[in-house]
Nanobody, 117 residues
């Protein structure tokens, strides 16, 4: 059974830093991603990383956020620096699991990040 468990969210002042972690279990994962959802807004992609370590970032977080992964531990991380109030939202870990001809997508339960001005 695939499980994704996020941790590391919290309340931080603008300009501060947080490090989110996602513990994945139950399968071998290809691309893994972080999404976020602010109140009243659609969920949006923040960053993604392939199994080989190639990263992709939303323009709004480039230069401030860094995503990394440890395949041996089945962990992904999101280092968030220079946080802004507009980074506030629930952050979700997402994982792709390729299986015989299709890819399945799994979500964690989310972790709240609140940035105060």
């Amino acid at each position: 059974q695939v499980q994704l468990v996020e941790s590391g969210g919290g309340l931080v002042q603008a300009g501060g830093s947080l490090r989110l972690s996602c513990a994945a279990s139950g399968s071998i994962f290809s691309t893994m991603s972080w999404y976020r959802q602010a109140p009243g807004k659609q969920r949006e992609l923040v960053a993604s990383i392939t199994r080989g370590g190639s990263g992709n970032y939303a323009d709004s977080v480039k230069g401030r956020f860094t995503m990394s992964r440890d395949n041996a531990k089945n962990m992904v991380y999101l280092q968030m620096n220079g946080l802004k109030p507009e980074d506030t939202g629930v952050y979700y870990c997402n994982a792709d699991v390729p299986m015989t001809g299709r890819t399945y997508h799994y979500w964690g339960q989310g972790t709240q990040v609140t940035v105060s001005s």
